[in-house]
């Protein structure tokens, strides 16, 4: 019975990807964080779009801000859906439409979109953020939703109580699921009655019933001392009325899991994270499980040939071990391990990548050492060049992160 009351729901999603990504940078220097790449072949707003996709909520807005012309494109190219049957996932930029200035914040792009709220007239409303690596089924949380009759829902994790500062942190009433108090990244949270090193975290996803997100965003829009933000204010005000109630990303179930890739889920808001991610991929048990078929994540790419590994012979390896390998790599007497790399990548004889992440179209030259790296697409590593090694010396010339992470920009030109 509350499977078909919320099947014959009108639900409009909204994705919000006009995020800039500071932290990523130099990845986000010229892209919008939800359009940088993960994983060899998608970029980080197809998760999201697949989790939506998967539970058949195919009434999709993006909207975008920073840099996002490859953002536009992306979406565009690869999430063209039929239209026939009222189904779209359309990007849409900032357009100014109430006046000069550009979104201030996560619900100043809500409130400057709210036409494409009354066009469709749902009943309830998808609010997910852009940057997370996770699977969902978000039917269980418009189900959760609908039932309670909350105004609100916000998914939350578990997660340490040392990143409570990066989150929305929610305190629950001891009987359970309505919101008793929600802090945007508070840095004196304390941890939970149960797990006192740990707090309860919004991922950034909700679910609002639609008059309760008109009221809430009209109420903020007049209010000048406001920083127009869901995190920072408006989830704040709608617990503040009584009626926000937590969905626990625990209790999702999403075909095909498995117990260890089971509620996986992580903010790659920052490069240390954006790399641990991916080598959260490529164990041979892997915590994140790209291969199930049940819940796919889509995405699209250029038609390349397959992958192809040569010479393998006398001292030179043409060679991948447990690592992800895109179509169109060209491993020619080099050896990769644990590593990632994305459609384009061409490894040259003597040639070395370990524990690292390399984008599209990367050249590793004859001899040349890569080590626990993140190379942005198109660089060309020049023989014999020792990238991982000498950390002073990488710091003067590339990003280097906390964890020692060696962070090489897209196009940059390398020298020996
Ligand atoms: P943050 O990720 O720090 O915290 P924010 O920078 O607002 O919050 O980004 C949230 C989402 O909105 C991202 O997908 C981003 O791309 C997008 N976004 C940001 N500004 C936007 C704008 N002006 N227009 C369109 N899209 C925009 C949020 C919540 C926390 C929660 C974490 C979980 O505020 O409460 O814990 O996400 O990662």
Same mark, same amino acid.
């Not at 920073?66 to 009222?86: A, E, F, P, V």
């Not at 469709?120 to 959760?144: C, L, N, S, T």
């Not at 990548?345 to 524990?355: A, G, I, P, Q, T």
């Given at each position: ?53 998967? !539970?058949?909520?195919?009434? @999709? ?71 997370? @690596?996770? +699977? ?12 309670? !009759? ?72 007049? #209010? ?23 969905? #626990? ?16 889920? +992580?903010?790659?808001?920052?490069? #240390? ?91 590793? !030259? ?30 003067? +010339? ?19």
């Amino acid at each position: 019975m509350r499977q078909v009351r919320v099947l014959h729901m009108r639900v409009l999603a909204i994705v919000l990807a006009g995020g800039e990504g500071k932290r990523l940078m130099p990845l986000t220097a010229d892209r919008a964080k939800p359009a940088v790449p993960f994983g060899g072949i998608y970029r980080l707003v197809d998760f999201v779009l697949s989790n939506l996709a998967n !539970g058949n909520y195919l009434q @999709i807005v993006v909207l975008t801000q920073y840099k996002n012309h490859s953002l536009d494109r992306h979406i565009s190219q690869t999430w063209r859906l039929t239209s026939m049957l009222g189904n779209y996932v359309t990007p849409v930029p900032a357009q100014q439409r109430l006046g000069p200035h550009w979104f201030s914040g996560s619900a100043d792009a809500l409130f400057q979109n709210l036409n494409l709220v009354y066009d469709e007239m749902p009943e309830h409303v998808i609010v997910f953020g852009a940057d997370h @690596i996770y +699977r969902m089924d978000p039917r269980q949380m418009v189900a959760q939703h609908v039932d309670s !009759g909350a105004e609100v829902t916000v998914a939350a994790i578990r997660q340490p109580l040392s990143l409570a500062d990066q989150f929305g942190v929610i305190e629950t009433d001891p009987a359970g699921r309505k919101i008793a108090a929600f802090r945007e990244k508070p840095k004196d949270a304390v941890g939970l009655p149960d797990a006192p090193d740990q707090v309860y975290a919004s991922m950034g996803n909700y679910v609002f019933r639609t008059q309760a997100m008109l009221d809430a965003l009209r109420e903020d829009a007049l #209010d000048p001392t406001s920083k127009h933000d869901l995190g920072g204010n408006i989830i704040p005000m709608m617990v503040k009325s009584g009626s926000a109630e937590v969905y #626990d990303f625990a209790d999702n179930v999403v075909p095909g899991s498995t117990d260890r890739d089971k509620g996986y889920w +992580r903010d790659v808001g920052t490069l #240390d994270a954006y790399y641990e991610a991916h080598m959260d991929l490529i164990s041979a048990h892997p915590v994140f499980n790209l291969y199930n078929t049940q819940w796919p994540i889509y995405t699209g790419h250029d038609p390349l040939p397959p992958a192809k590994f040569v010479h393998n012979d006398g001292d030179r390896i043409g060679r991948a071990v447990d690592s992800l390998v895109s179509a169109g790599v060209i491993v020619s007497g080099g050896l990769a391990e644990r590593s990632v790399l994305s459609p384009g990548v061409v490894m040259h004889s003597h040639s070395r990548v370990e524990d690292s992440v390399l984008m599209g179209n990367v050249k590793v !030259g004859r001899g040349a050492v890569v080590r626990r790296a993140i190379i942005d697409k198109n660089v060309v590593i020049p023989d014999g060049a020792r990238i991982g090694f000498d950390l002073e010396y990488d710091r003067s +010339r590339f990003a280097v992160t906390q964890n020692g992470i060696v962070v090489i920009g897209k196009n940059e030109v390398i020298e020996r």
